[in-house]
């Protein structure tokens, strides 16, 4: 679902991002060369300046780690082997900006491959990837929905269209992970902007309903700050845990609010993973802040999912390297299950086709199957869903606020689509 911030928020992370860049530009040691024909460029069109831009900055000195750590070994293809590049450019999370970033990294920059894509303008970088046939990793959601379902995703014309993290299906299964944790709740409250509307809320809505799981939904205007109106008709509703739809800033204001109010018992959670955790004990409040809820990436703690001890090592270390490189503690684990899960899609595609140029080869590799990656081996799938196999599974793990750490509370893996 949607992920969004109000503008104090905003004011926060900068100011915790300009600390993090400026000691990462001054302790970036030298790289070896490696020649351009043993290189295969990963493109990554995301926000990196306006109110998105946290969501591209925070990640970035994990991206380049694993990327680093990755690179040490690459990889063989027909008996070469190969380094990675990832190059990321602006998309202002907008789809004017989505369209020039993808021109720019496909024209510009020459990649043949995009990852790790999460920005609001699927249908714009689209748009631009299919007619140059550069295979597209993204997440679903709203307008990544199949046409079926109400969204823009057509497999014959966009053919080289991947999701590798389904965020429409990943939420499904966060909902169902809560409603099994906290049996109590009568009903399950679920918060969204007004902007939110759509078609992925129409599914969520008939899943749980064929489910016969029982909710109660609010929507609030884009720059509400007063929520006790939605948190007492969410009290009314015998709603004990509330799920908000990715609105960064919202969130922490009704976590606040609703411990203000005297509602402690209240469980809030929100769809995405959590950006920094000072901020969260800052803006709601120490106590406010305990047992907030957020999506969860770190593969050492799964219970249910089994991942690659070569991988979480990796992750592990790719997280060691960020924190020397920023010079303080780095733990944002929400980036594993993006650049790395998706590079490692389409690493293993190549070598399954047997080059790194032909992505017509590579792509009927990804088609149907199974890729080992930092987010568990999955076979891909969604032939009747989605029209083609193209749909990667997930954990869909959650954690919960424990002091200053993010901390397993429970996992619900999606499963294979039909």
Same mark, same amino acid.
């Given at each position: ?24 530009? +001054? ?40 990327? =680093?750590?990755?690179? %040490? ?11 990675? /590049?990832?190059?990321? $450019? ?12 993808? /021109? ?20 714009? $970088? ?12 993204? %997440? ?6 199949? /046409? @079926? ?10 053919? !080289? $269209? ?79 845990? #509330? ?6 800033? =919202? ?11 005297? !509602?402690?018992?209240?469980? #809030?959670?929100? @769809?995405?993973?959590? $950006?920094?955790?000072?901020? !969260?004990?800052? #803006?709601?409040?120490?106590? +406010? ?12 703690? !799964? &219970? /249910? ?29 929400? =980036? ?19 080059? #790194? ?19 568990? &081996? ?41």
């Amino acid at each position: 679902m949607k992920r969004s911030y109000s503008v104090a928020i905003i004011l926060v992370i900068a100011l915790i991002l300009l600390g993090i860049f400026a000691i990462a530009s +001054a302790q970036k040691p030298a790289q070896a060369q490696t020649s351009e024909a043993n290189i295969v460029k990963i493109g990554l069109p995301m926000p990196l300046s306006g109110p998105a831009s946290p969501w591209g900055l925070i990640p970035t000195p994990f991206r380049e780690a694993w990327i =680093e750590v990755f690179n %040490r070994e690459g990889f063989d293809v027909a008996g070469k082997n190969y380094k990675l /590049k990832l190059i990321q $450019v602006d998309d202002q999370n907008s789809s004017e900006g989505g369209a020039a970033a993808a /021109k720019q990294l496909i024209y510009g920059d020459g990649c043949k491959f995009f990852a790790g894509h999460w920005s609001w303008n699927f249908p714009a $970088v689209a748009a631009v990837t299919n007619p140059a046939k550069v295979i597209f990793v993204t %997440r679903t959601g709203n307008q990544a929905l199949p /046409k @079926s379902w109400g969204g823009l995703y057509d497999p014959k014309t966009m053919p !080289y $269209v991947v999701f590798g993290s389904p965020s429409e299906e990943i939420f499904i299964a966060n909902v169902f992970a809560l409603v099994k944790k906290f049996p109590e709740s009568k009903q399950l409250g679920m918060l969204d902007c007004t902007l939110g509307a759509g078609a992925g809320w129409d599914q969520v809505f008939d899943v749980l309903k064929k489910a016969g799981i029982k909710y109660h939904m609010e929507r609030f205007p884009l720059g509400t700050t007063d929520f006790a109106p939605y948190i007492t008709r969410f009290r009314e509703a015998g709603c004990k845990v #509330v799920y908000i739809a990715g609105w960064v800033g =919202e969130t922490m204001q009704f976590a606040k609010q609703r411990w203000e109010m005297g !509602y402690k018992d209240m469980v #809030v959670g929100s @769809s995405g993973p959590f $950006v920094n955790i000072d901020m !969260y004990n800052t #803006v709601c409040g120490h106590d +406010a802040a305990q047992g907030l809820i957020g999506q969860y990436w770190a593969p050492w703690d !799964y &219970k /249910k999912t089994k991942v690659n001890p070569k991988y979480i090592a990796m992750c592990r270390e790719a997280l060691k390297i960020a924190a020397q490189k920023t010079g303080k503690p780095y733990e944002y684990t929400g =980036e594993i299950g993006w650049v790395p899960s998706h590079t490692l899609i389409l690493v293993q595609a190549m070598q399954k086709a047997g080059t #790194v140029t032909d992505t017509d080869a590579i792509m009927k590799a990804i088609r149907g199957g199974t890729f080992d990656t930092t987010a568990g &081996k999955w076979t891909m799938s969604g032939a009747k869903t989605y029209g083609s196999p193209v749909v990667f599974g997930s954990p869909s793990a959650l954690c919960e606020i424990k002091g200053d750490k993010e901390v397993y509370l429970t996992e619900d893996p999606t499963p294979p689509l039909l």
